[in-house]
């Protein structure tokens, strides 16, 4: 008997075509906005939340103490990230994740729950 492929092969075969396709294709993308919540090693107990166009110079800039708001707990981990398509949106939500609902919105969501053994 011969091998032939199974339903499941088949379906990464085209992931990956898809994939290949996307990575071909010839459109605009447009520039990103980050709203990012990172956490302190040192102090796990210390979170940030900030905005920008460029994460991983943002975090970089963050863990060689290059953010005077931040320096002090540095090293930094990044939690989570939510991309926007607009400066104007991406503000938005920064300005509400710092607002009381804004930072129980993220405690309950965006946070990761602690293991609790």
């Known amino acids: ?6 339903a499941s092969t088949n379906l990464r075969q085209r992931r990956r075509l898809s994939a290949e396709a996307l990575a071909k294709a010839d459109y605009p993308v447009p520039k990103m906005y980050y709203v990012y919540l990172i956490q302190s090693q040192s102090h796990p107990k210390e979170h940030y939340t900030g905005r920008t166009s460029d994460l991983k110079a943002r975090l970089a800039k963050h863990n060689e103490g290059g953010v005077p708001h931040t320096a ?3 090293p930094w981990t990044l939690q989570t990230y939510t991309a926007f398509t607009t400066k104007e949106q991406a503000t938005k939500f920064e300005l509400y994740l710092k607002t009381g609902s804004g930072r129980a919105f993220a405690t309950r969501h965006l946070w990761p729950t ?4």
């Open 1 to 6: 008997m011969g091998s032939t492929p199974t």
């Open 72 to 74: 002090k707990f540095k």
């Open 114 to 117: 602690p293991n609790i053994a």
